[in-house]
Every structure is written in structure tokens, then in C-alpha cells.
């Protein structure tokens, strides 16, 4: 991909995330539950559920430093520096910071890494075929060493 397309992603990216930040989770705020949003999420807390965006491309997640979220996560563009535990799907975009920890697969279009990040799990480009999770929203997230896995084998 050239530098001018990767621009455009990245601008893209930047008005996804700034203009339509609609969802705040404070870094003192627990989430227990599946969320399911449109537009702009940023998560300073923690989220035991799914994180799930309805909003086209057009959605974006930013999960800080000190975030944590226990769950699979489908958003089209993301910043990830805080810990992930459980799949995550990017169709259009994410970013791991140097503190991101993810526990899980991550299936991505564009991908960037920063030093220090960490993937306990396989990174697959999906390129613009890449499929949204397929979670049931009537049952628990499916977190590694959780009950609700232990309990299906």
C-alpha cells in the first residue's frame, strides 16, 4: 500500500475517533455486560463483556493504558494500549501501542505495532474480506480459562 493511501486511512481513522467519541468508560467504571455501541468509544476502565460496534467503518474504540476489557472486541479502527483478553476483529484499522497486552486472535485490515506490544495469539490479515465476530449475545464472552468456556467442553 503507498504512503498516499496509508494517509487516507490514517485521517480517517483520526475523524472516526474525534469527531464521534459518543462513550466514555472512566478509569474508575466496571462494565459487566456486553456493550454494543455506535461511534466513538473510549475505555479508561474495565469491560467484562463483548465490545461490539454497529456503526458501519465508522466506529472507533481507544482503550488506554490502564484499560482492560475481558471480552472479544469487534470495531472497525482501534487503539489499543491497555490489556485485551479474548479475539479482536479491526476491519478497517488498529493501532497496538507499547503497553497493548492482547490475549487473543486479532484479525486486522491495517495493522500497526509499536515496540513493546504484545500478542498471545495469532495475528490474521483479512485484507477487505474481514469478518465480523459471530457472537451470541445470549451468552457469556468466551475469555480463555473463564467458566463459560470450561463448561462448553
Given at each position: 500500500?503507498?504512503?498516499?493511501?496509508?494517509?487516507?486511512?490514517?485521517?480517517?481513522?483520526?475523524?472516526?475517533?474525534?469527531?464521534?467519541?459518543?462513550?466514555?468508560?472512566?478509569?474508575?467504571?466496571?462494565i459487566?455486560?456486553?456493550?454494543?455501541?455506535?461511534?466513538?468509544?473510549?475505555?479508561?476502565?474495565?469491560?467484562?463483556?463483548?465490545?461490539?460496534?454497529?456503526?458501519?467503518?465508522?466506529?472507533?474504540?481507544?482503550?488506554?493504558?490502564?484499560?482492560v476489557?475481558?471480552?472479544?472486541?469487534?470495531?472497525?479502527?482501534?487503539?489499543?494500549?491497555?490489556t485485551?483478553?479474548?479475539?479482536?476483529?479491526?476491519?478497517?484499522?488498529?493501532?497496538?501501542?507499547?503497553?497493548?497486552?492482547?490475549?487473543?486472535?486479532?484479525?486486522?485490515?491495517?495493522?500497526?505495532?509499536?515496540?513493546g506490544a504484545?500478542?498471545n495469539?495469532?495475528?490474521?490479515?483479512?485484507?477487505?474480506?474481514?469478518g465480523?465476530?459471530?457472537?451470541?449475545?445470549d451468552?457469556?464472552?468466551?475469555?480463555?480459562?473463564?467458566?463459560?468456556?470450561?463448561?462448553r467442553?
Open positions: 500500500m503507498g504512503s498516499r493511501e496509508m494517509k487516507k486511512r490514517n485521517k480517517a481513522f483520526q475523524k472516526a475517533g474525534k469527531e464521534s467519541l459518543e462513550t466514555l468508560i472512566g478509569p474508575k467504571s466496571e459487566n455486560g456486553d456493550l454494543i455501541f455506535k461511534g466513538g468509544l473510549v475505555v479508561e476502565g474495565r469491560v467484562r463483556g463483548n465490545l461490539i460496534c454497529r456503526d458501519g467503518d465508522e466506529g472507533s474504540l481507544t482503550l488506554s493504558k490502564d484499560g476489557v475481558e471480552g472479544c472486541v469487534d470495531v472497525p479502527h482501534q487503539v489499543l494500549d491497555g485485551v483478553i479474548g479475539d479482536v476483529v479491526a476491519t478497517e484499522y488498529i493501532a497496538l501501542k507499547e503497553h497493548a497486552r492482547v490475549t487473543g486472535n486479532v484479525r486486522y485490515n491495517f495493522l500497526e505495532m509499536s515496540v504484545e500478542v495469539g495469532q495475528l490474521v490479515h483479512s485484507g477487505s474480506e474481514v465480523a465476530l459471530q457472537i451470541a449475545l451468552e457469556p464472552a468466551m475469555v480463555p480459562g473463564s467458566a463459560a468456556i470450561e463448561n467442553n
